[in-house]
Structures are given as C-alpha cells and as structure tokens.
C-alpha cells in the first residue's frame, strides 16, 4: 500500500532551504511507493496545530512551482522555534503527533533544519523505535551558521557566505573612492561560529585587499590588541575595513556586543551591536574617521544572489534524504561529504542524527592565523568553491519572482 | 586642432557613476574633435593636485573596459568632497585650475556628481566666461538620492531604489515564516528627501502587504502617532513592516535619531541610528517582538543588483554632455525628461546648472497620503519604470567582476 510523506521546515531562514524541500517533493513525486506529499506549516508547530498543506498537486500542476520554490529565499511552508519535550516529561504530545501521522498514514516524516531541528528530529526517531511505529524520521540540515557536525558544510552557508564575500568587494569599492584615512567595521552573523564572518575574506583579490583584519568568536578579542591592529593596517593603507562577527567575546567569554551596553534617555539598557560598539571604540581612541556597518538579515534571506553549487546540493539533500528513508532508513540526517577540494568534488550521504543533534562544529583554530585577526588559506579553500555559479533567478517588473510563503493565501490575516 | 577633455567624479558612490563616466569616454572617443581623455583621480581634488589618468587608452586597447566601468559601482576615478570657493574668495584656486587645463589643452570639463559637484562645475563655467576661456563645463548629473531639480531623475536613483524594493521583498519573506506578531523596522537612506524610502512600496505585490507604514522626511513624524500607526497594523497582520528614512524630523524640524542620541559607559554621546530608535520605542511601548534593519551603504554600492533603465540613461547623459559640449555649450547638465509613463519614455536634453545648483528636489506632498504614513500610487507609477531589467554582470570564481578604483595600482600605498 501507498504511504504518504510529511515535511516541514523549522529554524531561521535561508535563501537555500526551499531548495532542500523542492528535492524531498521532487524525488516523491518520481517515487512509485509516495502517493500524496503533505507539508506542515510552522514546523513542528503546525502538525500539533494540523496544519497541512498539499504539496503533490502544485508540483505536478505548475512546471514552474519547483523552479520558482528552488529560488524563494525563507521558509515557504513558514518555521516555528519549538522545543520538544523529552518523551519522559511529555508523553501526551508525542502521543498527539504520532495519532496525527498515523490517521494521515504518513510513512516518512523530513523535517528540515539547524541544530534545533535535528534535536526535533532525533526525539521523534527515538520515539517511534520506542513505539514500534514504522513511521521513519529524517533530517535535511539547514543553517547559514555552517556548525552542524559530520558534514563538511551546510545547505544555506555558500549562498550567505557568496552575498557577504560579495558585499564585502562592494563595500570595498564604497571605501576606496576617498583619498582619506578611514576605518570600516562590517558586522556579519555568526553567534558563536565564524564561518560566515570568514568568507568577508574572499572579497579579496588582484586589486582589494580589504577586508585586513577578520575577528571570529573562536579566538577572545581584545581591545587593545584590536586598536594596534587597526593602527597598524592604517599605516599601511587608507582604506583599513575590518570583518567582525557578531559573537566576539572576550578573554571572559563576555560578548563585545554586551560589554557596551548603554542605557537610553529613559535609563533602559540598550544593547549596542558589536559594529557599533567597536565603531566608538575606534573613534575614540584613534579619533579616525570611523563607520559601521551591519549586513543584517540580508545575509540569509538575500534570494537574489545565491550560490549554484548551494542551491544544487541542497536539492540533492532533499533527495536522498527521501531515497534512503523509502528504502527503510530512519533516524538519520543527509550530509555532505567532500571528497576534492580542487576540483571540488562531494558525495551526498547520511550519519545518525544521534552523533549530530545539539553538537556544534566550530572554526578549526589552525584555520585563524596566530595572531587571532585573520584565516588562513586553508579557511579560503574550504569556502571558495562553496559560493561557486550563479542562480538565475526570475525577474518581473524589476523585482525578484519568489513564491509566497504558502499560509499567505489570505494576506492580512 | 584638436583638444583633450577631462571628466572627474564627485560626491558620494552609487552604482551608476561609472556608466555616466563610460558614456563620455565612449562619445569623446567617437569624436575627431577629441584628441585625448583625461581623467582626474579624486574628482576636482585630483585637478589641483595634478594626478590624471589617460582614459583613452585602456578604452580604445581593451573591449571589454567599458563594459565593465558601466558594471563598476563607486567611483573608478575616485571621489572628493571639496568646497569650491567663490572666484571673489580665492582667486589663485581658479588661476590655477585654469594654467593647468589649458596646459593640458583641455577643451571641455565634465564633472559627474550631485548637488555640490554642480554648485562646483557651475563656479568654474561662470570663471570662465569671466575670463573669456573657452574651455566648456558641463554636469552629468549622479546622485542616489534623486534631489536634483529640472531632470526627472538621477542616474543611480533607479539601481538604489530596485535594490532597495528587492531587499524588502526579501525581508518580507524573511518575516512572514513565524506566526507570532513582529514589526521589522528597515532604515533607509535619505537624509532630507524620501524618494530612497518611497521605493519600498515597490516591494508590494498580489501576496505581500509589506511595508505596511512608510515615513520620510517631507511630513514630520509624530512618535504617538507612530505608535497607533503600528498598533492598528498589528491588528490587520502579525507581520508589520515599517520604512523609514534616516531623516525623519519631528515637528521642531529635530532629527528623530538626534533626539534619542544616548550616553555610553564612558559618558560619551552616540547617535543611534533612527530604525534603533524606533526599534526601542517599540519595544518600551508596545511590548511586542521588534527588530531593525539598516539597509546601510549596500543600497548604493551593490553592483550586482543595478537597473538596466538606470546604466543605460546614465550612459546616455555622459555621452549627451560630450556631444552638446563639443557643439559649443557649457554651463549646462544633463537631464532626464520623462515624456510618458506608460509606456516609460523620455528623453535627454540639458538645463543651465544656474538653474540646478544648490536646489533641492523634495517628494511632493501630494505623492504622500493623508496620514503621512505611505507614498500614493502616483508616487509608484513615478518610480515603476526606472528599476527595470537587469544587467547580466560578469561573475569570476562566484564573485563580481569590477575593475578596481583607478588609483589603485599599488595597492597598499
């Protein structure tokens, strides 16, 4: 008999998640075993809430449904930030889940995401096993912050890191047109991990030599050090931009960000990011023209300039994902395995999400440089094919053609 | 017998200034009336200082120089902000400016720029009618903020506003993935005029409502009014989007970001940006989930997302400049004249710079709605046509293609 299949998304947006959820509908769709393809909306969230939208049908109906989810940045079925409870302090709410899946004779769950979601993940596998259910449980990794362990990189970071790289070349040729002395701090994501605040260093190339100085949470910042740094750079070049993620800590494990704190005309706290705190910092102590500048969430949800070689492996996570689990694996999550650097070559495969869920990968400390305000070459060879090939992305009248995200059939509700 | 031109670019970046620069090299070298070009590195900085750059010869020896210059954000030839002094002032800047252009055999100046880069050209136009000089002056007009009188628009504007209307489509998808209510505030630029800000409304489409509230600097913003904007937003739709421009003023005429400049631990002022402002206000007001964004130098230096309307009339206003100045003008700028909205169709013609200089071109009041918290459709009509089609550039190794700053052959110095 047919079974059904589930999939959700969770966790902060991508511009490369849609494309995982277009290759879990796309290889169901070819599969003789997967009769109708349904997607929670919210996450998690929205099976509890019954939520379900059908996605076989605009799949099959619509040729350009797939294209176009491929290249719509965020979440199309929307995420939720929910924290399962452990089977033993709520069994009720997996009992509610699993008559949900059951009643919906759902074979296959896929549920796409970060660090959370495969913590998600692994409850719902753990408990099936405990439960006998034949429901299988699969995770699709997602996340701009590059950190899950067992694969070499993750869906969503070559897309965010090819917009900072690229943002950081622009932001050089911003800098370059005065012939004055001039600091720029460019804040990039990355709480705990400098994956993305690493790839500001393929902005440089033949003629820019910016960004001169990058600062990962993996080493403690200090002040000082950073000021003659600052002072160095500027005595070899005008233009000195620095790349700070936005987790630095100090040799405390106290985030910059924090530290300045500055309360408002009403006396409430008001925490300063880390661009801006560093931005006084320079001004005051060095009295330089100084500027700060944060690339936001741009940096995940920028659709419009996304890494080919991110958008075809996300796909192909979302595959696989659904091969293996047709084929009767359950509790994994897909991964990448690289195989060549240059060419770059990789293998599509999977680990057990109980040696991935709530681990993080951090940067490597041999990947920073020993004084702690740079990466090394072996960082830049890791990143560069990553950010490799361009998406060309639909355009009409002048705007990017994304697909709404799918609750919005009611705008304004 | 022939005479050599010089062009030189001003004020601050955008990603059309290069095209403009392009379309004067592009005329002049289709000229036999022009013998060479002269570039000025750091606009009329570089003039007094005497560092020029032979701009006919990578032009006439590479095919492919022009056609990236167009792609090229910022200045190739580099910027300068330099007050020029009346004649009456400082008359030996002038004796000077003149012995080295007519030592160079100089027969036209063209000085691509904004609002005080033609109060500069101007000065120098009206010097040299005063001395009976032949050497012609002419303005390409340049400028993001679109503040420019008696052309419809300015080159740059239409690059600005597509990236900026881009940005909040995505944002939008950014912010419709969770189902809690949340206000996004996007800080844009525009320090005294709002037509920046006015294009997120672009971002509106049949699925996304988003920016629901728009507030620019021509009306001034009331913060209680601010407030129940929100609220009865946050009634229609848990997603509210708010844009507004960095030069919002209240009804004293004091900047809203000025007005909450906030002390850091040192005692030192700082002037936060007005989305943290607002950001703050909401949060201490309404107790609701709030973010801002800054869309920051990116909205005039993304290269990799421009107009193709925008770089072709930008071209088209530097080669306009050489034709009308070797036909014997000067003292004039280029202008857009729009002479149909739909179909767009315009056309290039001049205007003396007596008439532009040191005016400034505000969003009129009508454009705006009652409430002063959105832009009308007039007002989108008017920006539609200038953010269409894209411009394929030129991708190497998942980067942009740029050609670096012309000074900068020895990077480092």
Redo the contacts between chains.
């Keep these: 008999m047919k079974k059904n299949i589930m999939v959700a998304q969770s966790g902060g947006?991508t511009a490369a998640i849609n494309a995982s959820l277009a290759g879990v509908i796309r290889e169901s769709l070819n599969s003789d075993a997967v009769d109708r393809i349904y997607g929670a909306v919210?996450g998690i969230?929205g099976v509890l809430d019954e939520r379900f939208i059908e996605l076989s049908e605009p799949a099959g109906q619509d040729a350009d449904f797939l294209t176009r989810l491929i290249h719509?940045?965020?979440?199309y079925l929307?995420?939720?930030?929910f924290k399962m409870p452990k089977p033993e302090e709520d069994r009720q709410i997996y009992d509610r889940i699993f008559g949900i899946l059951e009643k919906m004779n759902i074979g296959a769950f896929f549920y796409i995401g970060g660090n959370d979601s495969m913590d998600t993940i692994t409850k719902l596998a753990m408990a099936a096993e405990a439960r006998n259910s034949g429901i299988r449980f699969a995770g699709v990794p997602k996340t701009i912050d590059n950190d899950l362990v067992l694969t070499d990189h993750t869906p969503g970071y070559g897309s965010a890191a090819?917009y900072i790289?690229?943002?950081m070349?622009?932001?050089a040729?911003?800098t370059?047109?005065?012939?004055l002395p001039c600091v720029t701090i460019v804040e990039i994501m990355g709480r705990d991990s400098g994956w993305l605040t690493a790839a500001a260093a393929?902005?440089r190339?033949?003629?820019?030599?910016t960004p001169q100085l990058i600062y990962l949470p993996e080493v403690p910042f200090h002040r000082s050090q950073f000021l003659e740094d600052v002072q160095k750079e500027l005595k070899?070049?005008k233009n000195v931009v620095v790349a700070v993620s936005e987790g630095i800590r100090d040799e405390h494990g106290t985030y910059i960000s924090a530290k300045?704190a500055?309360?408002?005309?009403?006396g409430?706290m008001?925490l300063?990011g880390v661009g801006?705190v560093l931005e006084?910092l320079v001004k005051?102590e060095l009295k330089t023209k100084v500027?700060s500048?944060?690339?936001?969430?741009?940096q995940?949800?920028?659709?419009?300039?996304t890494?080919a070689q991110d958008l075809k492996e996300s796909c192909e996570l979302g595959e696989y994902a659904v091969r293996k689990a047709l084929e009767g694996e359950t509790g994994f999550m897909s991964t990448v395995e690289r195989t060549s650097d240059q060419p770059y070559r990789y293998e599509i495969r999977h680990s057990s999400l109980q040696d991935i869920a709530n681990k993080a990968k951090c940067v490597p400390r041999e990947w920073i440089n020993d004084a702690g305000n740079d990466v090394t070459e072996d960082m830049i060879r890791y990143i560069?094919p990553l950010?490799?090939?361009?998406t060309g992305i639909e355009?009409r009248?002048?705007?990017?053609v994304?697909l709404?995200?799918a609750?919005?059939n009611h705008?304004?509700?």
């Design positions: 947006p919210h969230s719509t940045p965020a979440m929307g995420s939720c930030r090819k790289a690229s943002s070349l622009e932001v040729h911003d370059y047109i005065y012939d393929l902005a190339n033949e003629y820019n030599i070899r070049s300045e500055v309360a408002d005309k009403f409430h008001q300063s801006k006084n005051r500027r500048i944060e690339l936001s969430i741009l995940r949800c920028a659709g419009h300039v890494s560069r950010i490799l090939g361009e355009w009248d002048g705007l990017p994304y709404p995200v609750h919005l705008p304004g509700e």
